[in-house]
């Protein structure tokens, strides 16, 4: 599975941007989707992560309320729509595919399959 992330920016605190990463090379409806970010210097954090059904997703508390995630599975995309942007929110951001288990579906090591990375910036 390849998968391209987009729609990384510079915006301003309290904006808004909406990512988005398509997928080929596989059956996406299969798999579980994940967002994580990295901000400079840090490890990689989880962000959100939505079932192939898309029926379960699931929010870091830092994200909860504002991000939203969604998907696509006839266009083999998953978008995450991210508000009310703070600073802390810097970041790169990464998708990716998977089969996690629910106890691991917060887990980097749970998915198998990433893509390049987007930037996002928010400045205050």
């Known amino acids: 599975v390849q998968l391209q992330a987009s729609g990384g920016g510079l915006v301003q605190a309290g904006g808004s941007l909406r990512l988005s990463c398509a997928a080929s090379?596989?059956?996406?409806?299969?798999?579980?989707m994940g967002w994580f970010r990295q901000a400079p210097g840090k490890e990689r954090e989880f962000v959100s992560a939505?079932?192939?059904?898309?029926?379960?997703?699931y929010y870091a508390d830092s994200v909860k309320g504002r991000f939203i995630i969604s998907r696509d599975n006839a266009k083999s995309t998953v978008d995450l729509q991210m508000n009310t942007l703070k600073p802390e929110d810097t970041a790169v951001y990464y998708c990716?595919?998977?089969?996690?288990?629910?106890?691991?579906?917060?887990?980097?090591?749970?998915?198998?399959?990433w893509g390049q990375g987007t930037l996002v910036t928010v400045s205050s």
């Open positions: 990716a595919a998977g089969r996690p288990i629910t106890s691991t579906i917060k887990r980097s090591n749970a998915y198998n399959y």
């Open positions: 090379g596989g059956t996406f409806s299969s798999y579980s």
């Open positions: 939505i079932r192939w059904s898309g029926g379960s997703t």
